[in-house]
Structures are given as C-alpha cells and as structure tokens.
Nanobody, 121 residues
C-alpha cells in the first residue's frame, strides 16, 4: 500500500500564499504521476495540477499563473506552491499518486486524507 500524507494547509488572507506538501511512503516500485485535487463545499472534486514522471505539468485554467506543482523524486514528495490566493480557492486539497508497487504490477491510484485551505476575503 501507499500512504500519502499532506501538510501545509491553513488559513490565509486573499492575495497570500500557501505551500502544500505530500509525501508518499510504503513499498513503492515507481510513481508515475502525482497530482493535487480540491473539493469545495457542494462541488465536485476537481483537478488542480498534475505532474508526470517525465516532468510535464498540467494545470486547471483557474490556477494557471498562480499555482506551481513540483516534485522531488528522491523523496517521493510533491509540492503545490499557491500564490495570489483567492477566496474561491478555499477547499479541501487532496494529494493523488499513481504508483506501481512491484515491477510487474499494475499502476493504481492512491489518495491522501485531504487538507483544508481557507482563503479569507
């Protein structure tokens, strides 16, 4: 199994910054992709940003130019630097990893427990 532990959330004023971290642990052969999702009250979970093992990144239009996803492969950790935060960024942020536990095994998705980020106006 893969455990994902998020940290770095909290309360910040509009215009401020937060940096989320997500560390993956367990018996892992490889992590193909890591991503951040978020879910606001009454809304569906949505993809915020993702990065694959080759280094390519993808962002939701709503966060382009404000958020940056990065990854430390040696630490199996993904980060989300969030700048110029807006009240509409308020949500529970979830880390996701697509990992393979053994060389011949399938890739599976794993989720963190979620972390609350609140942006006040």
């Amino acid at each position: 199994q893969v455990q994902l532990v998020e940290s770095g959330g909290g309360l910040v004023q509009a215009g401020g910054s937060l940096r989320l971290s997500c560390a993956a642990s367990g018996i892992i052969f490889s992590i193909n992709a890591m991503a951040w999702y978020r879910q606001a009250p009454g809304k569906q979970r949505e993809l915020v940003a993702s990065t694959i093992s080759g280094g390519s990144t993808n962002y939701a239009d709503s966060v382009k130019g404000r958020f940056t996803i990065s990854r430390d492969n040696a630490k199996n950790t993904v980060y989300l630097q969030m700048n110029s935060l807006k009240p509409e960024d308020t949500a529970v942020y979830y880390c996701n990893a697509v990992a393979r536990l053994v060389v011949t095994g399938p890739s599976k998705g794993y989720w963190g427990q979620g972390i609350q980020d609140t942006v006040s106006s």
